[in-house]
């Protein structure tokens, strides 16, 4: 049974760029969430898509953004890249919008701006 | 906002009973309080999730009050394999809130 998958596991880009980070959600589930962890922080709430739409949003500047595909894979798009955006990106989905439970995280895609 | 409390962290014996509280005064009505687990340099791994009461599973046991201010997370008879973050997350309606973390540190 895969469970969450996503790529690339490391990234390193320069200040300015632009960045694509994908998930494939576990099996069964339809709903993907974004999070970034800085290190030593806990996850900070990005974005949900659910049936192709955001449907909810953390503080994070239009630089972030998303986009859910048919098959509920999911990409997380960051422009413009600051130094800031150095962080574990981790992708969670669930069946449903499930609202903070039965989530299942993927290991994450550790972006490094340079 | 629903922000979330934790204790940074907690040193246990093997075999310990270990008991980690989540203090999140702003949950949402209807949002439950889940916990997981994370190892360095992976993702969060769920643990068990309550609404209210008392929930136990395999692994752990989770208490919440009445008013679900808070929340505590027990595990019972700790093992170095349990050295790890523990975090609770809750929503407040809006969006979802991981606690600050609890490191939770195992010595044998």
């Known amino acids: 049974d895969a469970g969450v998958t996503q790529s690339p596991t490391h990234l390193i880009k320069t200040r300015g760029q632009q960045v694509t980070l994908r998930c494939s959600p576990k099996?069964?589930?339809?709903?993907v969430s974004w999070y970034q962890q800085a290190l030593g922080q806990g996850p900070q709430f990005i974005f949900q898509?659910?049936?192709?739409?955001?449907?909810q949003r953390g503080n994070f500047p239009d630089r972030f953004s998303g986009h859910q595909f048919p098959n509920y894979s999911s990409e997380l798009n960051v422009n413009a890249l600051l130094l800031g955006d150095s962080a574990l990106y981790l992708c969670?989905?669930?069946?449903?919008?499930?609202?903070?439970?039965?989530?299942?995280f993927g290991s994450g895609t550790r972006l490094t701006v340079v | 906002l629903a922000k979330t409390t934790q204790p940074i962290s907690m040193d246990s014996y093997e075999g310990q009973e270990v008991n980690i509280t989540c203090s999140h005064n702003n949950i949402a009505t209807n949002d439950y309080i889940t916990w997981y687990q994370q190892f360095p340099s992976q993702g969060p791994r769920f643990i068990i999730q309550?609404?209210?009461t008392k929930v136990t599973n395999e692994v752990a046991s989770l208490f919440i009050p009445a008013d679900r201010k808070s929340s505590t997370l027990s595990l019972p008879r700790v093992s170095l394999s349990d050295t790890a973050v523990y975090y609770c997350l809750v929503g407040d309606g809006n969006q979802f809130y991981f606690g600050t973390g609890t490191s939770l540190t195992v010595i044998p």
């Open positions: 099996s069964g589930h339809d709903t």
């Open positions: 898509y659910y049936e192709e739409e955001e449907r």
């Open positions: 309550g609404y209210k």
């Open positions: 969670a989905s669930s069946k449903g919008q499930a609202r903070g439970y039965g989530y299942t």
